[in-house]
């Protein structure tokens, strides 16, 4: 989700002397304070509920405490600077994003359903986080990659890439540069994908959706975050997504379509381009592979 980088470059442009006095204390002298590198590291973060709505608690107030001033009052010092507009609106990523302190001193972040979706448009849109993983050589790959994981995960992203190309040619959406890698690929009819109801609740609110948005976002946060077991961590991400994947399958096959209100059709498959495009990460970054497009 990555969540901690919206914080932190929150607290780097808002306008406050709280934020700046955080991200003073920070970095250290040899970082210029424009640098979100050194800022993303100090913010500690843990998602606390693994379904929707999607809860994460970050503990940096308990870096920052002193004998005078105690975790909860600088929790509470540090919503009200992220609550604050940034001077520049459009690059504001904690939009729909409820910031709250708890008692003993935490900062709670609940994501409200407009803030999947716009999450969603970005997964769709943007560049991929990638990771400059350790090679890994052929025993190794033997040892850490299990030929059966490693197809389970290749299926599921081929099947991903076969399912978008069978909806494109049925004409329930349209994408673009179809003759690139999948990576590149887009949606362009619709111009956008229908993600909120005209509630503004989330259409994927079948168990199966959740659970597969649930993985795509501990996927995102296993690929921000650095750890010495990450090549199996990616894998274990990578294989729960698969799963996950061939189930919404099951429950939403793509040829039972006919009758189906057409804004749920096009953001279940605008699901099914997010799970490509981050299967193609994991394995193309996270497990040094080459995603196969058939089997």
């Known amino acids: 989700m990555r969540l901690r980088q919206a914080v932190a470059q929150h607290l780097r442009d808002c306008q406050s002397d709280v934020a700046t006095t955080i991200v003073d204390r920070v970095t250290t002298e040899q970082e210029e304070r424009s640098s979100l590198d050194q800022i993303v590291r100090a913010i500690p973060f843990k998602r606390a509920s693994k379904s929707i709505p999607f809860?994460?608690?970050?503990?940096?107030?308990?870096?920052?405490?002193?004998?005078?001033?105690?975790?909860?009052?600088?929790?509470?010092?540090?919503?009200?600077?992220?609550?604050?507009?940034?001077?520049?609106?459009?690059e504001d990523s904690l939009s729909g994003i409820v910031v709250q302190p708890t008692a003993i001193g935490l900062l709670q972040f609940e994501l409200s359903d407009r803030a999947i979706a716009s999450?969603?448009?970005?997964?769709?849109?943007?560049?991929?986080p990638q990771q400059s993983w350790v090679r890994l050589t052929s025993t190794?790959?033997?040892?850490?990659?299990?030929?059966?994981?490693?197809?389970?995960?290749?299926?599921?992203?081929?099947?991903?890439?076969?399912?978008?190309?069978?909806?494109?040619?049925?004409?329930?959406?349209?994408?673009?540069?179809?003759?690139?890698?999948?990576?590149?690929?887009?949606?362009?009819?619709?111009?956008?994908?229908?993600?909120?109801?005209?509630?503004?609740?989330?259409?994927?609110?079948?168990?199966?959706?959740?659970?597969?948005?649930?993985?795509?976002?501990?996927?995102?946060?296993?690929?921000?975050?650095?750890?010495?077991?990450?090549?199996?961590?990616?894998?274990?991400?990578?294989?729960?997504?698969?799963?996950?994947?061939?189930?919404?399958?099951?429950?939403?096959?793509?040829?039972?379509?006919?009758?189906?209100?057409?804004?749920?059709?096009?953001s279940q498959l605008g699901l099914l381009l997010a799970t490509q495009r981050i299967l193609y990460v994991l394995l193309a970054d996270g497990l040094n592979l080459q995603p196969v497009v058939e089997l």
């Open 119 to 128: 999450w969603l448009d970005r997964l769709l849109t943007k560049a991929l």
């Open 140 to 266: 190794e790959r033997q040892m850490l990659l299990p030929t059966a994981a490693i197809f389970e995960v290749q299926y599921a992203y081929a099947r991903c890439c076969s399912l978008l190309r069978l909806a494109h040619s049925e004409g329930l959406i349209t994408l673009d540069r179809l003759d690139v890698a999948p990576l590149a690929w887009r949606v362009v009819n619709p111009p956008s994908v229908p993600w909120l109801t005209s509630t503004a609740q989330l259409c994927l609110n079948h168990p199966v959706d959740r659970r597969l948005l649930g993985y795509l976002v501990e996927a995102l946060d296993c690929l921000s975050n650095e750890s010495p077991h990450r090549v199996q961590q990616s894998l274990r991400s990578a294989q729960a997504i698969a799963q996950a994947m061939q189930a919404f399958h099951r429950v939403h096959p793509l040829w039972r379509k006919t009758g189906t209100e057409p804004n749920l059709v096009v």
């Open 55 to 90: 809860v994460y608690v970050c503990a940096i107030a308990h870096r920052l405490a002193t004998p005078s001033q105690p975790a909860a009052l600088i929790a509470a010092q540090l919503v009200d600077a992220l609550l604050q507009p940034l001077p520049i609106p459009e």
